[in-house]
Nanobody, 123 residues
């Protein structure tokens, strides 16, 4: 099994920044991808960003390109999401997820999920 724990959420004003962290523990995989997703009230869970296990390839949703940056820590089991220029529409519960294998943007393709961390952007 894999355990994922997110942290770093909070309340921030429009235009502000937050940095989310996700630490993975448990089972390891030779090839894997980690990603960030978010879900606002009444909406489906949506893709935000993803990064390969080696940290050399990333993908972003169009809505966050140029504002958010996904990265991997020195400890390969940790990823981050630096969020800048935050907008009210970024308000959501942010989830960290992991899947064995190559990059994926569909939530259904991820096998392991954290509990989520709330990000609220006030105007």
């Amino acid at each position: 099994q894999v355990q994922l724990v997110e942290s770093g959420g909070g309340l921030v004003q429009v235009g502000g920044s937050l940095k989310l962290s996700c630490a993975a523990s448990g089972r390891t995989f030779i090839s894997y991808t980690m990603g960030w997703f978010r879900q606002a009230p009444g909406k489906e869970r949506e893709f935000v960003a993803t990064i390969t296990g080696g940290g050399d390839i990333t993908r972003y949703a169009d809505s966050v390109k140029g504002r958010f940056t996904i990265s991997r820590g020195d400890a390969k089991n940790t990823i981050y999401l630096q969020m800048n220029s935050l907008k009210p529409e970024d308000t959501a519960l942010y989830y960290c997820a992991l899947r064995p294998g190559w990059l994926g943007t569909s939530p259904s393709s991820y096998d392991y999920w954290g509990q989520g961390t709330q990000v609220t952007v006030s105007s």
